[in-house]
């Protein structure tokens, strides 16, 4: 029988090859390195515009710093809506968690570690509230987060009387704004980078005795090294011209990186995917989708607390109006990055991708001095365009929604 | 011979390499109704998508003809203008609308954009007394059965000049009594000059109501004749090219310990927590048995099956609920896959299959602890035990990584197959496991079927095609508003006992 809707493949699946690790990274496809090379390019682009500032080290370093809080919040989201769900909350609980650190510290005195495991209590009970009501009433997340969004930031306001709490205590700056030297920078990366290649080969090989012929052909091992060499590069010539690896990146690749292992590499992750997919063949395949959707909101509380700690760390303050339209360009990076709104299609690292290339975008027209009015409409555009892109090389995507 | 009223030569169509049809010819005489028959994948709707429209001039080979003249549509609209319209099976209608807005849906008589409701409520009810039904023309398009919706459909097309009628299996969501109504309908309209084409697979119907049968195979000709010369097995043996005992293989097997028994199962309907859908079943499976579940659309089948599953969406009841002797709660799918009891659907697009992900991820979907160690999934192991399956069950596809969504009907319904077969599921209910799969991959999925149960598993399954619970079945229980009406023995099962009791005429 003849398939017309061919319905597209996902990164998930589109390698036709050997699943597991290597075959993870290699399914980081082309479109994705589309993205990819299309922010390469607006990258060399704005470098010329600005005469070589753009792609200077202290510039590339301070724009790392700038994306740390959205990738932690995109790759958040992303949990949710791989399977077909939402966060519009987002702005308002990093707001509150962010408040909760500032207010413990300045307020009440605590320790950093102390005022973060607050931070992190009030995210986590913010993500069991929020879950309670979608996972087990039944309500839709959009309608809970966007209450989440009006009653949390207006939860801080009664709290603090919208004031601002200041300084943060120095460790806790720290976390954002510290560095690991070059000199160690250097190892970090090398160690890092060497234990990535070495896993790729040691699965590969494993993959070999196991199913011989029909194993990856070596050839699909060299986008995934190139990448993460190309990755590192950047890093290091970014960490080494000014004055290391900020924290803040540190932390925003932890846990992308965790993300990435739980929604690719365990059975949680995998059953999102089916959740998105296909929310009735997931229930009859014997999935617990409230239960899985209780576990992601537990997760974004943790994600609120960790952006909120780490908002406050760069601002060294808590303000009324932190967080306002996170969520937004959460979102809309998760959707610039691959990550298809109806559920199922995309990855995590898809997201890094789009928050990088919005932070780009956003950064070069400040340094060009364009008129932030217009920043806002070209943003637009970037968005419409890349979700166009996704649909239009998306095998049989067109049609699709 | 006479000259052909609409006549389609050497038509070839394929999608992305894949041939849909090849060479195939249709010659149909003025003012007849001529059968449009096949298997599920020969390439009657492909054909009839393209006498529409819906396949616009260009996209296929061949050329056709109507009254004499060369049909070259390019869209639907174009079709309909020169009368060729159809009748898809599924109904598009708006069901908030009324009957006689939607008999004019976006042509409503008007006046300087301003609708002409006048005009329009005359227009429908003429072509509606035209057509000798009675409908309700200013009721809402939903409140009317599907059989109503349909003869409104069918108005509509009146009203277009209609020359050529094209129904696409007219009769699927229709009553017996409901069939005979548009059955009537059509002779009518054929006495009035019209010409239909009639698609379907149900041979009774077939031989009731049109004067031609053409016959297709995959995506070939096979031939045309008049239906009085054909008997129903001669039909049978052109579409699908093989005899009845080649078609249904059998294996003898001694039946074992039971495997499912439920007394006094009734669930309620979820709306009305009143109103039971189905009633008081007893049913027994045994290991090593096949149950074939036999009744009408609407007589409870599916929702015994999804009861069984507990996937049921309702309140439900059930004196006794065990599966290999043990009694269990019917409570979730989960509860009932732990106990080693697995579903396959009706509707593999909406409740089966994961489309975006790959055959071995849609394989291991309801195993996933097998294929990990911890919380942790093993790729590895994953391609290892998809790959068991896919030989297992003979599933085409390139690769288990290839998207599900690539492979044929037939393959993904066998991948679907394996997902319980990788959930060592000894209970395995199959709501029509054969719908929309090939003739070939049908054979197959028998011939699993019986070794499923040679190995100890008892096997369930709902069919709405007779030969098929008659053919494969070691027992035939036959199911009429919500009850169990007939449990009856391979032997005593004949075509004529089983039709009566899903009719509600035994009692």
Known sequence: ?401 | MQPSFLAASDISKSFGGVAALRNVSLNVARGEIHAVMGENGAGKSTLMKILCGVYPAGSYEGSITLDGRPARFHNVREAEAAGVVMIPQELAVVGELTVAENMFLNAWPARGGVIDWTRLYDEARRTIERLGIHVPFDAPMKSLSAAQQQMVLIAKALQKNVRVLVLDEPTSSLSAHETDILFDRLRHLRAAGITALYISHKIDEVKEITDTVTVLRDGQYVGTQPTSALSGADIVTMMVGRTISQMYPRTEREPGQPRLTVRGFTLYDPASSERPVVRDVNLEARAGEIVGIYGLMGSGRTELLTGLFGAWPGRWQAERFEVSGKPVRPTSPRAMMARGVGFLTEDRKRNGMVPGGSVAMNITLASLARVSLGPILNRDMERERAQRFIGELGVKTPSPEAAISTLSGGNQQKALIGRWLSAESMVLLLDEPTRGVDVGAKVEIFQLLNRLAAQGAAVIFVSSELPEVLGVADRVVVMNEGRIVADLPRAEATQERVVGHAAGGHH
């Not at chain 1, 609120?304 to 303000?319: E, F, K, P, Q, S």
Request: charged share 10%; proline share 2%; hydrophobic share 60%.
């Open chain 1, 1 to 401: 029988m003849l398939q017309e809707d061919t319905t597209s493949m996902s990164e998930i699946t589109a390698g036709r090859q050997v699943g597991g690790f290597i075959g993870t990274v290699a399914r980081f496809n082309w479109r994705a390195y589309g993205m990819i090379i299309a922010l390469l390019l607006i990258a060399v682009m704005f470098d010329i515009l600005t005469e070589g500032i753009f792609l200077s080290s202290r510039n590339l370093a301070q724009l790392m710093r700038q994306s740390a809080v959205l990738v932690v919040v995109a790759t958040g989201v992303a949990v949710l809506i791989i399977q077909g769900e939402i966060d519009l909350s987002i702005g308002s609980a990093v707001y509150l968690t962010g408040l909760a650190a500032a207010y413990a510290e300045t307020q009440w005195g605590f320790g950093t570690v102390e005022a973060i495991l607050f931070a992190l209590a009030v995210g986590l009970v913010i993500g069991c509230w929020q879950g309670f009501w979608v996972a087990f009433v039944g309500l839709p997340s959009f309608v809970v987060t966007l209450a989440g969004l009006l009653g949390l930031r207006g939860a801080g306001f009664v709290w603090s009387n919208a004031a601002t709490y200041a300084p943060m205590n120095a460790t806790h700056v720290a976390i954002s704004e510290s560095f690991i030297s070059p000199e160690w920078s250097v190892v970090v990366v090398a160690a890092v980078l060497a234990l990535f290649i070495a896993i790729v080969f040691w699965r590969w090989s494993v993959q070999r005795r196991r199913f011989g012929a029909e194993a990856m052909p070596p050839r699909r091992l060299i986008k995934p090294v190139v990448v993460a060499i190309l990755g590192a590069a950047i890093i290091l010539y970014a960490a080494l011209g000014f004055r290391g690896i900020p924290m803040a990146v540190v932390v925003a690749l932890a846990v992308a990186g965790t993300l990435s292992f739980v929604t690719l590499g365990t059975i949680f992750g995998r059953q999102l995917y089916a959740v998105g997919g296909n929310r009735e063949a997931a229930f009859l395949s014997g999935i617990d989708i409230r239960r899985n959707l209780f576990y992601s909101f537990l997760i974004m509380g943790a994600i609120y607390a960790i952006g909120g700690v780490l908002t406050t760390a760069r601002l060294n303050a808590i303000a009324p109006a932190v967080g306002e339209f996170l969520e937004l360009e959460a979102i809309a990076a998760a959707v610039i990055g691959g990550i298809s709104l109806s559920g199922g299609i995309g990855t995590v690292y898809g997201a890094i991708v789009g928050v990088l290339l919005l932070v780009v975008v956003d950064n070069g027209m400040s340094l060009l001095n364009v008129n932030s009015f217009i920043q806002l409409v070209v943003k637009a555009l970037l968005l419409g365009f890349a979700v166009w892109f996704d649909l239009a090389t998306r095998p049989g995507g067109r049609a699709r929604r």
